[in-house]
C-alpha cells in the first residue's frame, strides 16, 4: 500500500491575480504545471488531494483530485485555512503575489495623466500562517523561487515558515522555474540536508518531490 493511501494533501498551484480595475491586474508568469503534476502524483498514490488553484490553463485528470479555484491571494489564504486543519500533508507550490493594491477601482481607469501611481499593500503570508498551527502530524512544504543567494533565502524561508523541507527553484538555472516543462530543484529539509537534482520533466520532478516526502514521514 502507497504511503498516500487514505491521506489527504492539500496543494497549491499557479499565480494569484491581484485586481486593480475590472480590467487590470498583477500577476506572474507562473504557469501551474509544477503544482498540478505533484497532485497528479499524490491522487495517483492514493491520497484524497485538495488543489487551490490559481488562474491557469491547466485541467485536472484525476478523480481524486478536488479543485477549488481562486483568483486572489486573499481567496487562497482563505481556502487553505478551510482545508489545512484536517489536512495530513500540506505542499504549497503557487506563486502568491507578495503585495496587492490597496484600492481596486470600480471602474476601468482611464488614461488621463502622464504619471500614475498605485498603492500596494502586503498580502498575507500563507506558508508562514499554517506554519504556526501546524501539528507534530502534519508535513508542511514550501516552494521558493529565487535568483540569488538562493539557499540562504532558502535556508531563512524553511525556518522562519516552520517547514518539514523546501523546495528550491533558481531562475539562473536553464530550463527551470516558470513555463518550462522542465524543472530542476533543490531541496532543503528540517535536518539541515541538502539535497540537488538534475533538470528533469516536471511528472519526474514531482515523483522526486513525493520520494523525499516518503522519507520525511518515516522519520
Known sequence: MSFLANKKVLLTAGPTHEPIDPVRFIGNRSSGKMGYAIAEACAMEGAEVVLVSG???????????????????????????????????????????????ALKAEEKIKKKTAEFSLELVQTKDILKSLGKIKTDKQVLVGFALETNNELENAKGKLTKKNLDFIVLNSLQDKGAGFKHETNKITILDKYNKITKFELKEKGLVAKDILNYLRVIEQN
Open 55 to 101: 488562474p491557469v490553463n491547466l485541467q485536472v485528470k484525476h478523480p481524486n483530485i478536488h479543485l477549488i479555484a481562486v483568483e486572489t491571494a486573499a481567496e487562497m489564504h482563505k481556502a487553505c485555512h478551510e482545508h489545512f486543519v484536517d489536512c495530513d500533508i500540506a505542499i504549497l507550490a503557487a506563486a502568491v503575489a507578495d503585495y496587492t493594491p
